[in-house]
């Protein structure tokens, strides 16, 4: 059975802390993808790899980094958290093509931070 | 905005009935995906339409693409309380960006 996880479920964190978010996915695939997700606002990708240590900037970079050093893990790192920040941040991953695949998603991780 | 536009919002049915969901962007794609979200959990997928098909069934749900409206539909049929959940459309129309709707919140009654 397929699998993504994500390191916590629910995670709260002060303004200006480090904040690190993982995913790990065992199915081998190339694409990996952060979103937020918010009321009203649906999901929006922030960042995207689509192989080990090549990453692309999405729609919302600003605050965020990323890190893929292996293939089966991507990292989301807020430097200095914020208020605004606050949100539900997904993972998901896909395999490659001409013609996108499906993605497959992890739980899910709700940050607040205060 | 490239982002899909779902309608309606949050629609509320009886169990058995069918539910209609509709999507709606303005970008060309390569196909279109629909997703099933529970509540504060990840996302799953249900059903991909390529952009050269123009419907498609899986179980009980059935999932119509108009390219030229640039529109798709998803119907659930005879509806089940564990159908209760938000559904996304989500566009790909490059090489590695899935563009997701803001969602219709379906609840289903026992």
């Known amino acids: 059975d397929v699998k993504v996880t994500q390191s916590s479920r629910y995670l709260v964190k002060r303004t200006g802390e480090k904040v690190f978010l993982e995913c790990v996915q065992d199915m081998d695939h190339e694409n990996m993808f952060w979103y937020r997700q918010d009321p009203g606002l649906g999901l929006r990708l922030i960042y995207f790899s689509y192989d080990v240590k090549m990453k692309e900037k999405g729609d919302i970079p600003e605050g965020y980094s990323v890190s893929r050093e292996k293939k089966e893990r991507f990292s989301l790192i807020l430097e200095s958290a914020s208020t605004n920040q606050t949100s539900m941040y997904l993972c998901?991953?896909?395999?490659?093509?001409?013609?996108?695949?499906?993605?497959?998603f992890g739980p899910g991780t709700r940050l607040t931070v205060t | 905005s490239q982002q899909g536009e779902e309608d309606p919002q949050a629609l509320s049915i009886q169990e058995g009935e069918n539910a209609t969901m509709n999507c709606s962007y303005k970008t060309s794609i390569n196909n279109l995906q629909w997703y099933r979200q529970n509540s504060g959990r990840g996302l799953v997928h249900l059903i991909l339409?390529?952009?050269?098909?123009r419907e498609k069934h899986s179980g009980r749900l059935r999932v119509t693409l108009d390219t030229s409206k640039k529109s798709s539909s998803l119907l659930i049929t005879a509806s089940r309380a564990a159908d209760t959940a938000s559904y996304f459309c989500?566009?790909?129309?490059?090489?590695?960006?899935?563009?997701f709707g803001t969602g219709t919140r379906l609840k289903v009654l026992a």
């Open positions: 339409i390529r952009s050269n098909e």
């Open positions: 989500a566009l790909t129309s490059g090489t590695y960006k899935y563009i």
């Open positions: 998901a991953s896909s395999t490659p093509g001409d013609s996108l695949y499906e993605q497959y």
